[in-house]
């Protein structure tokens, strides 16, 4: 990936953009594009290293910011960016908070489009302005959030908050109108779905061997022959993320007796007993549909201080759209708790802590990355649209055989609450942007290869 220039507004010349002799090119340029916005113009060699953007270009550009920029070069256009916009909704009146309790992770995210060479801002459906073809976009600068407007940009970056906000008619129309009217490609287009998830996986001989045995919409037949073979199973909702709503029913031989591990709804980790599977399954899904779950095996993982252990892994595509792994953080569950989520009382550790010795650690994470780019791998084959990251729950058994559990299109953030784990919370967060460049490289050169996913 080329490198970025420090972008400068000019008091020389009208109508010009000056560019560094190192970027002296045999095509013949007449327009210079930021975003979606295209305009003639007169372009003429810097004698700095510097792109100089004369001032009544610069406005008519609407660039929001001096700032490192990527010079990128097809046919007649020099294009300048790129200028990526973040998707996402529950905004605020709030001028400290635009987006409520979420403003603090897109400031993050926003903070380091410096280091990447990027202009980012966050936008939602009643910022678009459809007839001047620009948006009223969010940036974060050192004095906090300010409103500019600027045109188009040349990536979506998906991050809506949840499911049901995803499927709203207005903001699926918006996702539709941008990407196939104004050839915006979008990434991270959508929130997984585990069952689906685990059916295209389950076709994969590559990847297959890490998935639980998983079934949709259980019976009680199905639910006791689980557990005859594998003494706990979990009920999780198809749809459900955060671990809510997760079921871990678990069955005693020598009593005769059903126990069955949750979080309530005061969010308090319970444990309690059932003479019956029916019983169990009546109480526990009274106000809701066992069709909307699946239920998959109980597997023995590795503990600490005889609480189970899972990892959290994060992958990425870069500025070449390769996947990579960004982070990997173990998570040990709280004490009485179905799941390892933080909200539940679980702890983040890294991986050396958890495993002192230096050979069982490097193991284990040679061991969790290939798990991870595999999966990778095989969920960006099969699923439509550009996906830039994916947050994989994985667990070691006690023969360490590796272990799917869940993977999130929109990964929450919440492992880099570790100070050890700064670094890779800001290498992902580059790498997000980075990717957003990558699709803006392919879009302006090979539009067939990107519009097509």
Not at 11 to 30: D, V
Request: hydrophobic share 35%.
């Amino acid at each position: 990936m080329n490198k970025a220039y420090p972008l400068i507004k000019s008091e020389k010349g009208k109508n010009t953009l000056f560019l560094p002799k190192s970027l002296t090119t045999s095509q013949s340029l007449t327009k210079v594009a930021f975003g979606t916005l295209s305009l003639d113009c007169e372009i003429q060699t810097s004698s700095t290293d510097e792109v100089l953007v004369s001032e009544d270009l610069y406005n008519a550009l609407l660039i929001p910011n001096e700032g490192p920029t990527h010079i990128i070069f097809h046919e007649d256009t020099v294009f300048l960016g790129p200028l990526i916009g973040i998707f996402t909704a529950g905004f605020t009146d709030s001028g400290l908070r635009p987006i409520g309790e979420r403003s603090l992770f897109f400031a993050k995210l926003l903070a380091v489009e410096k280091s990447v060479g990027v202009f980012t801002f966050v936008f939602g459906a009643h910022q678009i302005n459809w007839d001047q073809g620009t948006i009223t976009g969010y940036f974060y600068r050192k004095n906090g959030w300010e409103k500019v407007e600027v045109p188009f940009p040349n990536v979506v970056y998906d991050r809506l908050p949840n499911r049901r906000t995803e499927n709203h008619r207005a903001l699926k129309k918006v996702k539709q109108r941008l990407h196939e009217e104004y050839l915006i490609p979008w990434f991270n287009p959508g929130f997984f779905n585990k069952w689906e998830i685990h059916q295209l996986l389950i076709k994969e001989k590559s990847v297959a061997h890490y998935l639980p045995e998983t079934y949709i919409n259980p019976t009680f037949e199905r639910i006791e022959l689980m557990l005859s073979t594998y003494q706990h199973v979990y009920l999780k909702p198809a749809n459900g993320s955060l671990g809510l709503g997760v079921y871990q029913i678990i069955y005693s031989k020598e009593e005769g007796a059903y126990y069955c591990r949750y979080n309530d709804d005061k969010n308090a980790n319970r444990l309690q007993k059932f003479s019956s599977l029916e019983s169990c399954i009546n109480y526990l899904f009274r106000n809701k549909k066992l069709k909307d779950y699946i239920v998959q095996q109980g597997i023995s993982l590795q503990r600490s201080d005889h609480k189970t252990i899972d990892f959290r892994v994060h992958t990425n595509k870069d500025a070449n759209g390769k996947w990579k792994v960004s982070v990997i953080a173990g998570k040990i569950a709280g004490r009485g708790s179905v799941t390892t989520h933080l909200n539940n009382g679980g702890v983040v550790k890294t991986v050396d802590e958890i495993f002192p010795d230096k050979k069982e650690c490097f193991k284990a994470i040679e061991s969790l990355n290939q798990a991870a780019l595999r999966l990778s791998h095989a969920i960006d084959f099969h699923i439509k649209g550009s996906i830039g990251e994916i947050g994989f729950d994985l667990g070691i058994d006690k023969d360490n055989k590796i272990w799917l559990f869940e993977a999130n299109s929109k990964p929450g953030r919440s492992i880099f609450s570790h100070p050890k784990l700064r670094e890779n919370d800001l290498h992902s967060r580059q790498l997000s942007l980075l990717y957003a460049l990558f699709l803006t490289e392919k879009t302006i050169k090979q539009p067939e290869e990107i519009l097509q996913l």
